[in-house]
């Protein structure tokens, strides 16, 4: 008998698991509140891969303005969220 366990992630559980690919080093520290200004490796690069991942993670377009936004992983948790409707 096979028996096949589904866990969905919540939205939150993706966020998290996207900062920590992109920043390794908080595998074990991650704040959904630390700020961008907190991370020691957050610069022009990290926020490209930031953003790449979290519209491919999320199946989403990201503008200009929001791309801008994302200062945190609760900010970029509440953008998700926005552009899913699910406030």
């Known amino acids: 008998m096979l028996l096949l366990i589904v866990i969905k992630m919540t939205n939150e559980d993706k966020i998290k ?39 491919d993670q999320f199946n989403v377009e990201l503008e200009t303005d929001e791309i801008i936004s994302i200062s945190s992983a609760k900010s970029a948790l509440e953008l998700i969220k926005k552009k899913n409707n699910d406030i």
Request: charged share 35%; glycine share 0%; no cysteine.
């Open 17 to 55: 698991q996207i900062f920590i690919k992109i920043f390794p080093e908080i595998v074990d520290d991650f704040d959904l509140n630390r700020e961008q200004e907190d991370y020691e490796n957050w610069d022009s690069f990290a926020h490209v891969n930031l953003v790449s991942e979290i519209e």
